[in-house]
Every structure is written in C-alpha cells, then in structure tokens.
C-alpha cells in the first residue's frame, strides 16, 4: 500500500480526534464542586462562566423515595445515609459492611447557594438511564418513567431533559428521587449541568452535530452498500457492511451524544427499548464484523471463529428474548471480557493479512484499532463507570474513514481494471476485425481460384480429351462403314463402338459439370436447366425448374455459387433421400436477392445420415456465408427435405414487361 495513502489517513484521524476533543472542551467551566449536599455559587454568574456541573457530594438517603416535604423546616428530617459523588452509583458504596445492591431505589439532595445576580436557570439531566422525579423548591421540573419499589411498579425510561427554573434569588433545594430495577448499576451516568436555558441547549450543539453527522454518514454508507449488494448479491461484503453500518446507526442514535435523535422519532415510552436493542448490538456486532472481514479474506477469518463469534451472540439475544431485562445487565460484565478478547482476535486476523500483504488490510487494520479502542472504552464506562465525554463516535468516524479509503482504492482500481481491459478489448476487436476480413478475402480466393480451376479443367476436358474421343468415335464409324459391306464384324468391334460413345457423353457431361460454358452467355438459367435434365437422366428420378427471376438474364455476381450449392442438394437428395422426385425452384425475391429452394419427397432429414451433417451440408453452408447469405435445411411437411439459400443480389434489373 502507498505510503502516502496511510499518512493521509492518519492525519485524518488525528485532525477528527482533535476536532472532537476541542468541540468536547466547549462543553462547560467546571468551578465550584458540591460538598456535604451544598454548593456554594457565590460569584458564579451563569452569563459570563457559562453553565455549571453540579458535580461532587449530594445527601444519599438509601431505599428510601422521599417528597420535598419532609425536608421542609420543622419537620423531622429522615436518617442520611451518607454522601454520594456525582456523576456516581451507589452500589460502590458499603452500607453495614456490605455493598449496596445496584438495584434498589434511593433519594437524592443538593441545597444551591447562586450569586446573587437573578437569572432565569434551567436545569440539563443528560441520558440518565433510570425512573426518576427531580423537583427544585418544592416544584416538579422533571420526571422520566415511573418509581417504583419493584420491578413490577417500576417502568424504567432513558430521558434527555432540560428543566426551566423560574427565576428569582435565593437557595435552590433539588431532591432528585431514582428507583433502578432494570440497569447494572443504580446512580447518575452524566453530569448535572445548571445554567442558562440557551446555554444549555448551545452547550451540547456540538456533539449533537458530531453525532447527526455521524449517524447520517452512516446511513448514506448503509443505503449505499445494500444497493449494491442488490445490483449484484455476489459479493456478500457490501451485505455485510450495510447492515453493520444500520446497525452502527441504531448504536449511535441511542448513545447520550446523539440520543436526541431517537427522541426525535421514537416516542418516549419506546426508549427502554432502544437501550435494549443497542445493548444487543454492542454483543452482535463483532460477529457481524467478522463475517464482512471474512467475506474479504475467507483464507485468515477462518470458518471455526465465526462459529464461536455467532454462538456468543446468540446466546446474549436468548438472555434478552426469555429472561428479565435485569438478567442481560448482569452477565455484560462477562461478554465486555470477550469483546476484549474478539478485538484481540480480529486484530491479530487483520496483522496476519497485512504480512501476507493482502489489498486494504493495512486501512482496515487502523481503522479498526481506533474503532476497536473507542468502543471498549464506551462500553467499560457505561458498565464500570462513568463516561464524560462520548469516545465511540471518534471510533466510527475513523472507521468510516478507513472504509471510505477502501471504497476509493478499490473503485480506482476497478475503473482502471475496466480502462486497460477495454482498451485491450478494443485492441483484440480491431486485430480480430482485421483477420476475419483477411480470411474472408482468402476464402474467396480459394473459391474464385477453384472455380477458375474448374474452368480450366473443364476446358481442356472440352479441347481435348473430348476432342480426342470424338474423333476416335468418328474414326471407328468410319471403319465401319468401310467394312460394312465384308465379313461380319466382330463383336468386340461394336462394344468397343458402344464404349467410346459412351465415354464421350461422360466427358461432355463431365466438362459442362466443371464449368458449364453458358455461365459466360446467358446466365444461370440454362446452366440449371441442363444440369436437373442431367441428373435426371443419369438417377432416372424425375426432376423439375421453376424459376422467376426478375431479369431477362440475371447479372447476379453469385449466380456460381448458388448454382454450385442446387449442384451439391441435387446430388445429396439423389443418392441418400430415396427420393421419387426433385424439385429445384429459382426466384428473385423482394428484398433484391436469389432465392434457391432444392425440395425432395424422400426420407427426410435423419439424424446420423451424411446428409443430416455431412460434408455437403457445410460446404454449401459456407459458400451461403462466403456470398453474404442464408442458408437452411429443414423437413419437407409430409416428408422430404428443403434445402434453402437466399443471397443477396446488387445488379438486379427490372424484367421488361411485355409489350
């Protein structure tokens, strides 16, 4: 692979990866940091340092879900447990020497100490994966699902939120109420983020137009693969990779970055299961990965892999389709340990293709560390921990990137492959266009200097042999006269009489076969004529011409190898048809041409005859081709056989009409 296509990709990685760290550093100024369930403001003006993350220790009150009320002034205030970090899970903490359960319900409390500038507030709750209420002085500004203490009372719900405050100084008391019966881990994932209402909703912009962008790119990439897996369903990778490229969409949607997105077109009470289906595609989509890689390189991505990467993901989708949702989160700990060793797997896979020096593996090979390392962090935050700043989408960006590369090189190649073959094409079109006329022109060379052979044999057949017998004939009618009139002639004498007779007849016949002279005089039609009464007389089989011809005599400059062709059907009806009659029929047809039709009443066309293949056929087959015309044998109806030939004809006149 060319050096210069690698550094161009890398430094598209990197210019991405910075572009999305300085559009992630736009998010907020983190000041202040709760302590002991207060933070203090003081100072902090929302206009001019912009949103802040309500970050550090809130009051914990665990398995309880307490109203606003009983915090109120004199009342009795409810036992603490302790103070939880946020962003932060309460199953990291140890109540009475054991750890909490992730599962559970709890109760939440910040008291807000603002400056003292009055500023309309709002509050921005990012993709928190769980029921909740929050209410601030006692109001209710936001709620997601229903609480419950049971899965049965629960109904979890993702939410994307941003809470208005109304305006005015003083403290602001947040109770935040959390039931969590479906998730691994119980708490908030992402900041609280406090605020003006425009700059919240400026503070995500960013990442939300990462995460269009993304999302958008992805499915352009997914249309366009499917479709040409349609056009040609031969190659299974462009399947593959749009339906990982779908699926990357669906993950990429229900991500916190761009999980606006899904509350676009997913009403809110299908959000649970969108967590549930991107879940699921966070364990698919290596063994649907591997299939496309394999579909590239079936050598490397061995068949026995798949097998094992199928098996994983099958059995996570039955977890998902038989048991609680509760039960597919308690064993994601256990499929993150093998997506690390699928990684490890598919990375020595595609290091083993780049040895052996296979196209695109080295782009395949970076964009899919960039996109490997971005997910497992993703997925090890979301199950172990907290996760900040969104990294997968850095990851799909940079695979789709390699991918696009592979795409370029590889329609490059195709397109020069298609240049050079066509040009080779048109290269062995124009030699092969050159030596089709070449022998052509040498075929009707042989044939005009056979014909020219003919005619001289028959010539000197006519001058001499001929000559010769006549005369021998001659001389022994002489003789035979001359001793008429003595002793009785002898028998042999007069066979020897009959036989010069005959063989004079024959070299006649023969001569006019070679090369009849009336070819030169007046055309085909007397050459035909003699040549049906010569078969005629010599078979004994009764033959028959009708012509209609145009001309008065016909000028066709193909009326040699039409009468060589009734020459050849004649003989072949004569000695295999069995025929009792022969019909030759000669005709100008409309389009300008001849037309010959040799029909017979004999036996027909069968198979393994000589006339059914033999060499007659094909030799009258390429004089109709030689001329530029048609040539066809079929059964005659009612049995029999039709020899046809048509051939063009470029001197026709109109025949006279009677005056």
């Not at 977890?319 to 064993?331: D, E």
């Not at 005009?448 to 001929?466: A, I, P």
Request: net charge neutral; hydrophobic share 45%.
């Amino acid at each position: 692979m060319p050096r210069s296509v690698v550094a161009v990709f890398l430094c598209a990685a990197l210019l991405l990866i910075l572009l999305s760290s300085v559009g992630c550093s736009r998010q907020d100024a983190r000041v202040p940091v709760a302590e002991r369930g207060v933070i203090d403001l003081t100072g902090w003006d929302p206009a001019r340092d912009g949103p802040v993350a309500l970050d550090g220790q809130w009051e914990y009150y665990w398995d309880q879900l307490l109203a606003p009320d009983v915090f109120r002034a004199g009342a009795d205030p409810p036992a603490m447990t302790g103070y939880l970090d946020f962003p932060g899970f309460w199953n990291d903490h140890v109540l009475d020497g054991r750890p909490l359960p992730g599962r559970g319900q709890a109760t939440f409390r910040l008291r807000v100490l603002p400056g003292s500038a009055a500023h309309k507030l709002g509050l921005r709750l990012l993709s928190l994966c769980a029921a909740y209420r929050l209410w601030v002085n006692g109001q209710l500004v936001a709620t997601a699902g229903v609480v419950g203490q049971s899965v049965e009372a629960e109904t979890a719900e993702r939410s994307l939120v941003l809470a208005r405050l109304s305006g005015g100084e003083g403290p602001l008391d947040l109770v935040l109420q959390i039931s969590n019966h479906y998730f691994r881990h119980g708490g908030v994932h992402y900041q609280l983020l406090l605020g003006e209402p425009d700059q919240l909703e400026q503070s995500n912009v960013w990442r939300w137009c990462w995460g269009m962008f993304f999302s958008g790119g992805l499915l352009v990439m997914s249309v366009y693969h499917l479709v040409l897996y349609f056009l040609r369903k031969k190659d299974l990778s462009t399947l593959y990779f749009g339906i990982y490229c779908l699926a990357l969409v669906i993950l990429n949607t229900s991500l916190a970055s761009s999980y606006f997105l899904v509350n676009l077109f997913i009403p809110s009470k299908y959000t649970l299961l969108m967590s549930n289906v991107s879940l699921a595609l966070y364990v698919v989509l290596p063994s649907l990965l591997y299939r496309f890689y394999r579909s590239l390189y079936p050598d490397v991505f061995v068949l026995a892999i798949k097998h094992v990467f199928d098996a994983r993901s099958f059995s996570f989708l039955a977890i998902m389709l038989f048991l609680p949702s509760s039960y597919a989160y308690s064993v994601l700990s256990f499929y993150a340990v093998t997506s690390l060793l699928i990684n490890v797997c598919c990375l020595v896979l595609l290091v083993l293709c780049f040895r052996r020096r296979y196209d695109d593996a080295l782009l395949f090979l970076f964009g899919y560390v960039i996109l490997a390392a971005t997910a497992l962090c993703e997925l090890y935050n979301n199950i172990f921990g907290t996760s900040p700043e969104p990294l997968l989408p850095l990851g799909l960006g940079a695979f789709v990137l390699a991918q696009a590369f592979v795409l370029a090189r590889r329609f490059t190649r195709a397109f020069t492959d298609v240049e050079s073959m066509s040009q080779a094409m048109e290269a062995s079109n124009v030699a092969l266009r050159a030596e089709m006329e070449e022998r052509n022109r040498l075929e009707r060379e042989i044939i005009n200097v056979s014909e020219e052979e003919r005619r001289r044999m028959g010539h000197e057949l006519h001058d001499g042999l001929c000559q010769q017998l006549t005369g021998a004939r001659l001389r022994c009618s002489v003789l035979e006269r001359d001793i008429s009139s003595g002793p009785r002639l002898a028998p042999g004498f007069l066979q020897l009489s009959a036989l010069l007779n005959e063989a004079v007849d024959h070299a006649y016949d023969l001569s006019r076969g070679l090369w009849p002279a009336e070819h030169e005089q007046m055309g085909v039609k007397p050459s035909l004529e003699a040549m049906v009464q010569r078969f005629q007389t010599s078979s004994g089989i009764p033959s028959e011409l009708r012509q209609h011809l145009g001309c008065e005599t016909c000028a066709s400059s193909h009326l040699t190898q039409v009468f060589r062709i009734a020459q050849e059907a004649i003989a072949n009806a004569v000695k295999h048809s069995r025929a009792t009659s022969i019909s030759v029929e000669l005709s100008c047809t409309e389009a300008g041409g001849i037309s010959l039709a040799v029909i017979d009443n004999g036996t027909g066309i069968q198979p393994g005859s000589p006339a059914s293949g033999g060499l007659g056929l094909r030799i009258m087959a390429y004089r109709a081709r030689v001329v530029g015309g048609d040539f066809a044998v079929s059964d005659t109806p009612g049995g029999g056989a039709t020899v046809t030939c048509t051939a063009p004809c470029r001197n026709a006149k109109p025949r006279p009409e009677a005056g």
